[in-house]
């Protein structure tokens, strides 16, 4: 038995391109493995709980169960639409997860290994509370770069524990926050330092994982604190705190284990408590969480004698049309929105993604290659060859509405088929999704390649023995193509596996080699060429969002200032527009008519301005600079046609303009009065 589990998608924004580089490769692993007769339980889930889930939940209005149904429900659907089956999906806000986190964290206090500490902790005196993980940002102790709470995530990547951080300031309302004592709890990492370099060494999984595991380890590690100041999440046994979110996330994997093996009729604890190792363990994330599954999760599974997890796969990171991928730069690709959107078989985007390079590796999306890659791999390889044989087979050979072939394979063929399942089987076993897609791939060339040579059209009309043995080849080629490339491609695959009249999801390799005759129905055409043009439309499509984003959803966002809602910096150089790019923005001189500042936010203040044709309500980050009383009367630069955005349950909609001036900004005005609406070009 193996439990092959996924790092959990956060239930707080849509799924994107990013998401698939661990989701498909873990698919078509289960996949693969189940084909080679390994039995196999497949769970992942939402992860529900965090610091900006709640943020979120708050700038929209709804509560943090609301917004998670929202996402959850969002993932379920992506996922289902790409054909990433899992057993269970579940989500840690539910009430058996809650049971199960509670228990491991009482069994590491009974087993001496969390103790309470008096600590500093970053508090903002104008929100009057303590400021958990991503409420806080300022600089890391380490590097110096900007981070946030718990992570250094723009610099050194190093996990910052509570009060490390310099100079806090509030993130919610912008204030500095101060130092104040209060107790948390800890988890005593540091006693499992020699367990974890003995652990690594005989951890299974991609050497990127491995290698950045080991580095943090032989480093020192730190006790690590595991309570939080929050409402919303696991609650720590006797206190009014919550556990982490990294504590409770990856225990996420037991907890969907037990309701998966529930359906199934299955002991879970022969998987995570038993005495003697059963079951093997394997998780697959993204290289970003490779610290917290390689150091904090083994420790805490030993802590309170669970099993421990037998190999760890982490994807390289995802590029977009070369550049580091960014939600707020435009760099992006949405699953439903453009790409489900889009009409495109979901089998193409699976095999780009396994595909285009090494798991391990980073990945770089591009809607050029992307074309060409599906029209000049999948469908001038394989899917020439599927529909070239199947159909040649029905014409020639059909007896009512279905053809007869007997079998008579070429031995030759069968030794190459064999050659591939193996090349597959031990590409699956270390993890090289794209060698084992390549080992199809040559399958279909060395088809394809058989076919022309032998000519069965000219042989049909001479020797219809020597025809028949060609033909039987060659679909026996293309029944194991259908079956070896199904774990890739299984929308696709499962449609066409009706032709030779098998249902695919009950294949195993066994199916590959064994030899019987033919009957086949008509064929259709396995994939459709993506067109020039649709491809272009994808591509402008993607440009008009780069060159569309913008970080200044607060009214003003200065050059090289942290965007407060990803995290993600302005890039001290932008990108050169053209001046028709230049005419699409709708600028005008807009009048001031009314001003407040936000409640709750030091930063904030809402505008009521006359554009001329209309009042627009405009939120502004200039409150800590002007008065109302500053702002009322002053003609201002306005960006009119800017999209709408809610600030603290605030509608904006529009921007005005200043100039950054020691990272304060300072109103712009004309120097004579204009009417409002004037246009500024």
Same mark, same amino acid.
């Given at each position: 038995?193996?439990?092959?589990? !996924?790092?959990?998608? *956060?239930? $707080?924004?849509?799924? +994107?391109?990013?998401?698939?580089?661990?989701?498909?490769?873990?698919?078509? *692993?289960?996949?693969?493995?189940?084909?080679?007769?390994?039995?196999?339980?497949?769970?992942?889930?939402?992860?529900? +709980?965090?610091?900006?889930?709640?943020?979120?939940?708050?700038?929209?209005?709804?509560?943090?169960?609301?917004?998670?149904?929202?996402?959850?429900?969002?993932?379920?659907?992506?996922?289902?639409?790409?054909?990433?089956?899992?057993?269970?999906?579940?989500?840690?806000?539910?009430?058996?997860?809650?049971?199960?986190?509670?228990?491991?964290?009482? &069994?590491?206090?009974?087993?001496?290994?969390?103790?309470?500490?008096?600590?500093?902790?970053?508090?903002?005196?104008?929100?009057?509370?303590?400021?958990?993980?991503?409420?806080?940002?300022?600089?890391?102790?380490? !590097?110096?770069?900007?981070?946030?709470?718990?992570? !250094?995530?723009?610099?050194?990547?190093? +996990?910052?524990?509570?009060?490390?951080?310099?100079?806090?300031?509030?993130?919610?309302?912008?204030?500095?926050?101060?130092?104040?004592?209060?107790?948390?709890?800890?988890?005593?990492?540091?006693?499992?330092?020699?367990?974890?370099?003995?652990?690594?060494?005989?951890?299974?999984?991609?050497?990127?994982?491995?290698?950045?595991?080991?580095?943090?380890?032989? &480093?020192?590690?730190?006790?690590?604190?595991?309570?939080?100041n929050l409402e919303w999440g696991v609650r720590?046994?006797?206190?009014?705190?919550?556990?982490?979110?990294?504590?409770?996330?990856?225990?996420?994997?037991?907890?969907?284990?037990?309701?998966?093996?529930?359906?199934?009729?299955?002991?879970?604890?022969?998987?995570?408590?038993?005495?003697?190792?059963?079951?093997?363990?394997?998780?697959?994330?993204?290289?970003?969480?490779?610290? +917290?599954?390689?150091?904090?999760?083994?420790a805490m599974l030993k802590g309170s004698n669970?099993?421990?997890?037998?190999?760890?796969?982490?994807?390289?990171?995802?590029?977009?049309?070369?550049?580091?991928?960014?939600?707020?730069?435009?760099?992006?690709?949405?699953?439903e929105d453009d790409y489900l959107a889009s009409?495109?078989?979901?089998?193409?985007?699976?095999?780009?993604?396994? $595909?285009?390079?090494?798991?391990?590796?980073?990945?770089?999306?591009?809607?050029?290659?992307?074309?060409?890659?599906?029209?000049?791999?999948?469908?001038?390889?394989?899917?020439?060859?599927?529909?070239?044989?199947?159909?040649?087979?029905?014409?020639?050979?059909?007896?009512?509405?279905?053809?007869?072939?007997?079998?008579?394979?070429?031995?030759?063929?069968?030794?190459?088929?064999?050659?591939?399942?193996?090349?597959?089987?031990?590409?699956?076993?270390?993890?090289?999704?794209?060698?084992?897609?390549?080992?199809?791939?040559?399958?279909?060339?060395?088809?394809?390649?058989?076919?022309?040579?032998?000519?069965?059209?000219?042989?049909?009309?001479?020797?219809?023995?020597?025809?028949?043995?060609?033909?039987?080849?060659?679909?026996?080629?293309?029944?194991?193509?259908?079956?070896?490339?199904?774990?890739?491609?299984?929308?696709?695959?499962?449609?066409?596996?009706?032709?030779?009249?098998?249902?695919?999801?009950?294949?195993?390799?066994?199916?590959?080699?064994?030899?019987?005759?033919?009957?086949?129905?008509?064929?259709?055409?396995?994939?459709?060429?993506?067109?020039?043009?649709?491809?272009?439309?994808?591509?402008?499509?993607?440009?008009?969002?780069?060159?569309?984003?913008?970080?200044?959803?607060?009214?003003?966002?200065?050059?090289?200032?942290?965007?407060?809602?990803?995290?993600?910096?302005?890039?001290?150089?932008?990108?050169?527009?053209?001046?028709?790019?230049?005419?699409?923005?709708?600028?005008?001189?807009?009048?001031?008519?009314?001003?407040?500042?936000?409640?709750?936010?030091? &930063?904030?203040?809402?505008?009521?301005?006359?554009?001329?044709?209309?009042?627009?309500?405009?939120?502004?980050?200039?409150?800590?600079?002007?008065?109302?009383?500053?702002?009322?009367?002053?003609?201002?630069?306005?960006?009119?046609?800017?999209?709408?955005?809610?600030?603290?349950?605030?509608?904006?909609?529009?921007?005005?303009?200043?100039?950054?001036?020691?990272?304060?900004?300072?109103?712009?005005?004309?120097?004579?009065?204009?009417?409002?609406?004037?246009?500024?070009?």
């Amino acid at each position: 038995m193996k439990l092959i589990t !996924c790092g959990l998608p *956060y239930a $707080n924004g849509k799924a +994107h391109i990013g998401h698939l580089r661990t989701y498909v490769p873990a698919d078509v *692993y289960v996949r693969y493995l189940r084909l080679f007769g390994e039995d196999a339980i497949f769970v992942c889930g939402s992860d529900c +709980h965090g610091t900006p889930i709640v943020v979120n939940a708050e700038k929209e209005g709804l509560k943090p169960k609301e917004l998670v149904d929202i996402y959850h429900e969002h993932f379920q659907r992506v996922f289902s639409e790409i054909d990433i089956e899992f057993d269970y999906f579940g989500r840690t806000d539910a009430e058996y997860h809650h049971e199960r986190t509670q228990d491991i964290v009482k &069994k590491l206090l009974e087993n001496g290994y969390i103790y309470p500490k008096e600590i500093e902790l970053a508090y903002c005196p104008s929100c009057e509370r303590f400021l958990p993980d991503r409420y806080v940002e300022g600089v890391c102790p380490y !590097c110096s770069a900007i981070a946030r709470g718990d992570e !250094c995530d723009q610099g050194c990547g190093r +996990h910052l524990e509570p009060g490390e951080i310099l100079d806090p300031r509030c993130k919610i309302c912008g204030a500095k926050a101060v130092y104040k004592k209060q107790k948390h709890y800890f988890f005593r990492l540091t006693e499992f330092r020699d367990f974890l370099l003995e652990y690594l060494d005989n951890l299974k999984g991609t050497e990127n994982a491995l290698n950045y595991a080991r580095q943090w380890v032989s &480093k020192e590690l730190k006790d690590w604190c595991i309570t939080r100041n929050l409402e919303w999440g696991v609650r720590f046994p006797g206190e009014d705190l919550v556990v982490y979110v990294w504590v409770d996330a990856p225990i996420g994997y037991i907890s969907f284990t037990e309701r998966a093996c529930e359906k199934r009729g299955l002991d879970w604890e022969r998987i995570w408590r038993a005495e003697k190792k059963e079951s093997e363990i394997v998780h697959f994330i993204g290289l970003d969480i490779v610290y +917290h599954h390689c150091i904090f999760w083994p420790a805490m599974l030993k802590g309170s004698n669970y099993s421990l997890p037998d190999g760890v796969v982490a994807s390289g990171m995802v590029k977009v049309e070369g550049k580091t991928f960014s939600k707020t730069r435009g760099y992006v690709v949405w699953l439903e929105d453009d790409y489900l959107a889009s009409g495109l078989n979901t089998d193409f985007l699976r095999y780009y993604l396994v $595909n285009y390079t090494s798991h391990q590796k980073d990945l770089n999306f591009s809607w050029e290659v992307f074309g060409e890659k599906v029209n000049n791999e999948l469908i001038a390889n394989l899917g020439n060859f599927l529909y070239r044989v199947t159909y040649f087979a029905w014409k020639n050979f059909k007896d009512g509405g279905e053809a007869k072939i007997r079998a008579n394979i070429d031995e030759d063929a069968l030794r190459v088929i064999e050659e591939t399942v193996k090349k597959i089987r031990d590409a699956i076993e270390n993890w090289e999704f794209k060698i084992a897609s390549d080992a199809f791939m040559e399958l279909s060339s060395f088809g394809n390649n058989y076919f022309q040579s032998h000519k069965p059209w000219e042989l049909i009309k001479s020797d219809i023995e020597a025809a028949i043995q060609v033909v039987s080849t060659c679909l026996h080629i293309a029944k194991a193509l259908v079956i070896l490339s199904f774990p890739v491609l299984p929308k696709t695959m499962r449609r066409f596996s009706r032709i030779f009249g098998f249902e695919i999801e009950n294949s195993k390799v066994e199916d590959v080699l064994s030899i019987n005759d033919f009957v086949i129905k008509k064929p259709e055409i396995p994939f459709q060429k993506i067109e020039e043009e649709k491809i272009a439309e994808l591509e402008e499509m993607m440009l008009e969002r780069i060159r569309r984003a913008s970080k200044m959803e607060e009214g003003i966002l200065n050059e090289g200032e942290e965007d407060i809602k990803t995290g993600d910096k302005m890039s001290e150089k932008e990108d050169l527009i053209s001046f028709e790019e230049f005419k699409r923005f709708d600028l005008r001189i807009g009048k001031v008519l009314r001003a407040e500042k936000i409640e709750k936010s030091k &930063k904030l203040m809402r505008l009521e301005i006359d554009i001329g044709d209309e009042v627009r309500q405009v939120v502004a980050g200039i409150a800590e600079d002007y008065t109302p009383e500053d702002v009322v009367g002053r003609l201002l630069p306005v960006l009119v046609n800017m999209k709408p955005a809610k600030l603290m349950g605030v509608e904006s909609k529009g921007m005005i303009l200043a100039a950054d001036v020691g990272g304060k900004p300072v109103l712009l005005s004309p120097d004579r009065d204009v009417e409002p609406g004037s246009k500024i070009r």
